[in-house]
């Protein structure tokens, strides 16, 4: 059996070696049905990925609570302190909770200067957010007792009022009347989540925006507070509980709707990355049909090959080939037709999957198990396509064969 199907191989490799042009046409359709649908799989995982890695650039298991209705506060009341203790006191599975001000401020270094909202908030808020320190310290506990003027700045800002290459640590920059020393940078971030850039910031400590920028004394200040959930702590129940204590605390009753909403970005990360797996998939498929077409084009030039070869296994049958022999000759030339244009769909996808993945910025993941079943596949389109003119070869009389001109 091994040296029948040895020597069905060969001839297989024979005739399309014999029609390199004609079989070059016909293993097309299965060379772009490859390459599309390991593309479209593998730069969908990389879209997803690249999700996820985008989201996880804003904090471990960040929720964020908001006044109003989506990210508008629409004249909503801001929060106090009063509800950040409360959340952090109340709350189950909560791990740590920052409070968030802001204000408009004209910043100032040397000849240099620009419009920007600084950002005050507590030290706890660099680990919710996954901050780095780039240079020198963040602002501790201490300073946000005393307001002290003190901030930390990202890489965006340092190049930008300092110039690449300079440790600004140390420098005084000027906000309104207020001189605030930059204490540290964070570490480069880039792009994540809904900011296009998140190492444009400055960061100071809360009291100091209410207290010397702002000129607020108490009262509810924050437009934000960044919580973040335990590990492992299911967000959703985080999320409903702390509604339900804000609804309490803010005096809503039960057939008023939120003034205030609580952003998952955990849950935000599975919406979309559901969302583009279901993309994908689709994508998939329409794909594929690429298969489909190459594998009709299979079976129409072995069609045409038994035609053209109708004398060849006539002589074949009547010297004392069997029919499964002829069968399986036909076949084998079907499968290693479709098996060269999988093999160069692979190689092709490759292509295309590292190139789409540096132009659309999304990690380059190239999935072994994906590549085996779409060549797998593209097997299996050579043995269904294959097997109708493979059968027919088999079934010819050898008398009527060999009178075939």
């Known amino acids: 059996m091994n ?25 097309i359709g299965i060379v772009i049905g490859v390459a599309a649908v390991i593309t ?14 985008q989201i996880s650039k804003m904090g471990n298991n960040l929720l964020v609570l908001r006044p109003g209705q989506g990210w508008g506060s629409s004249g909503a009341p801001q929060f106090s302190m009063q509800d950040v203790d409360a959340i952090r006191d109340q709350i189950p599975g909560i791990a ?28 706890n808020y660099f680990a919710i957010a996954n901050w780095k320190v780039g240079t020198g310290r963040f602002f501790t506990e201490a300073e946000v007792t005393e307001s002290a003027p003190v901030c930390v700045i990202g890489e965006t800002i340092r190049k930008e009022l300092f110039g690449a290459g300079v440790d600004p640590v140390g420098s005084k920059i000027r906000v309104k009347s207020l001189t605030l020393e930059v ?5 480069a971030k880039g792009q994540g989540g809904f900011s296009d850039d998140l190492d444009d910031n400055v960061i100071t400590p809360y009291t100091t925006v209410i207290h010397r920028l702002s000129g607020r004394q108490g009262g509810r200040n924050f437009n934000q507070v960044m919580i973040s959930g335990e590990q492992g702590y299911p967000t959703a129940n985080i999320v409903a509980d702390v509604a339900s204590l804000m609804r309490e605390r803010r ?3 039960a057939n008023q709707e939120d003034n205030f909403n609580v952003f998952d970005s955990q849950q935000l990360a599975e919406v979309i990355s559901s969302s583009t797996k ?26 045409v090959s038994v035609t053209e070869r109708t004398r060849e296994i006539g002589i074949r049958l009547a010297i004392g080939a069997r029919a499964r022999e002829v069968l399986l000759q036909f076949l084998v030339e079907a499968v290693t037709l479709s098996c060269i244009g999988g093999v160069t769909g692979i190689a092709l996808a490759y292509g295309l999957c590292s190139l789409g993945a540096e132009k659309v910025g999304a990690p380059f993941l190239f999935d072994p ?4 079943i779409a060549f797998i596949f ?4 050579g043995i269904l396509f294959g097997f109708m003119p493979a059968r027919r070869a088999a079934g010819l009389n050898p008398i009527d064969a060999l009178r075939h001109e």
Not at 97 to 121: E, H, K, L, W
Not at 283 to 293: H, N
Not at 378 to 381: E, F, R, T, Y
């Open 3 to 27: 040296a029948m199907f040895f020597n069905a191989l060969l001839i297989a490799i024979r005739e399309i070696r014999r029609n390199l042009t004609r079989s070059f046409l016909t293993v």
């Open 40 to 53: 479209m799989v593998t730069l969908g995982r990389g879209a997803t990925e690249s999700v996820k890695q």
């Open 96 to 123: 740590s909770v920052a409070p968030f001000v802001s204000s408009n401020s004209s910043i100032v270094y040397q000849d240099r200067n620009r419009t920007f909202d600084v950002q005050g908030t507590t030290p």
């Open 183 to 187: 204490v540290g940078v964070t570490g």
């Open 251 to 253: 005096k809503i009753t």
């Open 278 to 303: 279901v993309m994908t998939s689709l994508l998939g498929w329409v794909a594929a049909v690429s298969l489909l077409v190459g594998g009709i084009g299979i079976m129409n030039i072995m069609l």
């Open 369 to 372: 198990k994906i590549n085996i």
């Open 378 to 381: 593209s097997a299996g389109i």
